[in-house]
């Protein structure tokens, strides 16, 4: 079945209580069959099998990007998982994406080189119909309600062009584009595919920029470049493959240390429970620190931008102590989240802001002691709106307090928890959104956390 194909369709599956497949469309058993696995047994993928679990522990749905290594391709994929009575999971895929292994030491010079061709200009941003909601100013070749298509043409239809891209819903770099209106007139675009917390497409945000001359093909690219191509490393391209590398083993030894810590094949000895716990840690805490370098590898880029959109403060917060409420009360912690009708509107990126906050949650949560409370509280003043995370834990000394935001600073703990990345991470995300993270504590009385993003206009 190609990629086209799987795209346009909807692919489901159901599992049981445990996790045997009880029915799902042949592309999944394909998966299925290629994990060795059984098309009527335990689902053999790590990946959906988390996923899968996850929503049932939960009890709700979950919606979340998946990445699925292969021996020849990778499988990028939305699932969503909703559990249903008796135990059992249903679950949605959508967004299907194949991507074919390729050698990234040969194509790092054109990769480069692409990128290399990047616009520079005006920023865009459409909606999920592709209709223009944002053109930035001194380039005019649209206005806000105008269609994507009915603006913009491409002197051929390619699978690495602009409408392929968008129909697959695929960033796009430095591609080549003719004015319906003036075919004269050329632009450059890039491009990448905006999404909602539960995978929704919300549109594109990009960048154009006039092209003077024709536009070359990726191979003939100027002496720059070609500088750039060589001189600089593979860095994104080796980056994302050895993202994809590790997650896959990581996947499995996760998921295959759950099912032997579970018990799930038949009776264990304690202690080889309790070893199998331990390795499931590690490999969540090495899935961590995989996170936080794909996120660090992106922030720490000098072109590195963030959405702006409207956001909701008091919502975020909402959602991060719905997402860690599990992990708080088996500690017997006490989330207090803004009330349903408050309200703090800001200019941020959705996705962003929410890491942020879980982030901070996170923290609060794993340095907290057991039977404590942690206060989430927002609110809107001076034009600014501010979302505050406070716990009672034993709380940092003043001449640590901007220590804790630096790389790798975990200070002193020797413990299995954190990256020591979450909180450099965040606050350069918090800053890119022009606000902050500031924080305010004292040994032994606990600390506060306060994000900071611009307020939305009433």
Same mark, same amino acid.
């Given at each position: 079945?190609?990629?086209?194909?799987?795209?346009?369709?909807?692919?489901?599956?159901?599992?049981?209580?445990?996790?045997?497949?009880?029915?799902?469309?042949?592309?999944?058993?394909?998966?299925?069959?290629?994990?060795?696995?059984?098309?009527?047994?335990?689902?053999?993928?790590?990946?959906?099998?988390?996923? *899968?679990?996850?929503?049932?522990?939960?009890?709700?749905?979950?919606?979340?990007?998946?990445?699925?290594?292969?021996?020849?391709?990778?499988?990028?994929?939305?699932?969503?998982?909703?559990?249903?009575?008796?135990?059992?999971?249903?679950?949605?895929?959508?967004?299907?994406?194949?991507?074919?292994?390729?050698?990234?030491?040969?194509?790092?010079?054109?990769?480069?080189?692409?990128?290399?061709?990047?616009?520079?200009?005006?920023?865009?941003?459409?909606?999920?119909?592709?209709?223009?909601?944002?053109?930035?100013?001194?380039?005019?070749?649209?206005?806000?309600?105008?269609?994507?298509?009915?603006?913009?043409?491409?002197?051929?239809?390619?699978?690495?062009?602009?409408?392929?891209?968008?129909?697959?819903?695929?960033?796009?770099?430095?591609?080549?584009?003719?004015?319906?209106?003036?075919?004269?007139?050329?632009?450059?675009?890039?491009?990448?595919?905006?999404?909602?917390?539960?995978?929704?497409?919300?549109?594109?945000?990009?960048?154009?920029?006039?092209?003077?001359?024709?536009?070359?093909?990726?191979?003939?690219?100027?002496?720059?470049?070609?500088?750039?191509?060589?001189?600089?490393?593979?860095?994104?391209?080796?980056?994302?493959?050895?993202?994809?590398?590790?997650?896959?083993?990581?996947?499995?030894?996760?998921?295959?240390?759950?099912?032997?810590?579970?018990?799930?094949?038949?009776?264990?000895?304690?202690?080889?429970?309790?070893?199998?716990?331990?390795?499931?840690?590690?490999?969540?805490?090495?899935?961590?620190?995989?996170?936080?370098?794909?996120?660090?590898?992106?922030?720490?880029?000098?072109?590195?931008?963030?959405?702006?959109?409207?956001?909701?403060? *008091?919502?975020?917060?909402?959602?991060?102590?719905?997402?860690?409420?599990?992990?708080?009360?088996?500690?017997?912690?006490?989330?207090?989240?803004?009330? *349903?009708?408050?309200?703090?509107?800001?200019?941020?990126?959705?996705?962003?802001?929410?890491?942020?906050?879980?982030?901070?949650?996170?923290?609060?949560?794993?340095?907290?002691?057991?039977?404590?409370?942690?206060?989430?509280?927002?609110?809107?003043?001076?034009?600014?709106?501010?979302?505050?995370?406070?716990?009672?834990?034993?709380?940092?000394?003043?001449?640590?307090?901007?220590?804790?935001?630096?790389?790798?600073?975990?200070?002193?703990?020797?413990? *299995?928890?954190?990256?020591?990345?979450?909180?450099?991470?965040?606050?350069?995300?918090?800053?890119?959104?022009?606000?902050?993270?500031?924080?305010?504590?004292?040994?032994?009385?606990?600390?506060?956390?306060?994000?900071?993003?611009?307020?939305?206009?009433?």
């Amino acid at each position: 079945m190609s990629v086209e194909t799987v795209a346009s369709q909807a692919v489901t599956a159901c599992l049981d209580a445990a996790d045997r497949i009880l029915r799902a469309d042949d592309i999944i058993l394909k998966l299925q069959e290629a994990a060795g696995g059984e098309a009527d047994g335990r689902i053999a993928v790590p990946q959906i099998a988390s996923v *899968a679990r996850l929503a049932r522990r939960l009890k709700i749905l979950i919606a979340r990007p998946l990445l699925i290594g292969g021996d020849e391709y990778d499988i990028r994929v939305w699932v969503r998982a909703r559990p249903v009575e008796d135990g059992g999971v249903e679950m949605g895929f959508s967004e299907w994406q194949e991507t074919p292994h390729v050698n990234v030491m040969e194509n790092a010079a054109s990769r480069f080189a692409e990128v290399a061709l990047a616009p520079e200009g005006a920023e865009w941003r459409t909606d999920a119909q592709m209709r223009f909601i944002h053109v930035g100013d001194g380039q005019g070749f649209a206005q806000a309600g105008d269609e994507f298509f009915e603006i913009f043409t491409e002197d051929s239809v390619s699978r690495r062009g602009v409408t392929a891209n968008i129909v697959a819903r695929r960033a796009f770099f430095a591609r080549p584009v003719r004015l319906l209106s003036d075919e004269t007139q050329r632009f450059y675009l890039s491009g990448h595919p905006l999404f909602d917390a539960d995978g929704s497409f919300l549109g594109y945000r990009g960048k154009a920029s006039i092209a003077e001359e024709e536009v070359a093909p990726a191979a003939a690219v100027s002496a720059e470049a070609a500088d750039v191509a060589e001189t600089e490393p593979a860095f994104p391209d080796f980056g994302r493959r050895l993202d994809f590398a590790l997650r896959q083993p990581l996947g499995r030894i996760i998921a295959n240390a759950e099912t032997i810590k579970g018990k799930i094949e038949g009776p264990l000895r304690g202690d080889y429970a309790s070893y199998a716990s331990d390795i499931a840690d590690a490999g969540r805490h090495l899935m961590e620190l995989v996170d936080d370098l794909a996120d660090l590898q992106a922030i720490d880029r000098a072109n590195f931008t963030v959405a702006s959109e409207d956001v909701d403060l *008091a919502d975020i917060a909402r959602r991060a102590a719905g997402l860690l409420g599990v992990k708080a009360a088996d500690r017997q912690i006490r989330i207090e989240a803004p009330k *349903a009708d408050e309200s703090a509107p800001a200019i941020g990126e959705f996705r962003r802001a929410l890491q942020i906050t879980v982030n901070l949650l996170n923290n609060a949560i794993r340095y907290s002691p057991e039977d404590s409370t942690i206060w989430l509280r927002s609110e809107v003043e001076d034009g600014v709106a501010v979302l505050v995370v406070a716990d009672q834990g034993r709380g940092i000394a003043l001449e640590d307090q901007e220590r804790v935001f630096d790389k790798f600073e975990r200070l002193g703990r020797d413990d *299995a928890g954190g990256t020591g990345l979450g909180l450099y991470i965040s606050r350069r995300l918090a800053r890119a959104m022009q606000g902050d993270i500031t924080i305010d504590s004292a040994p032994g009385q606990g600390a506060r956390f306060t994000l900071t993003l611009p307020a939305a206009d009433a």
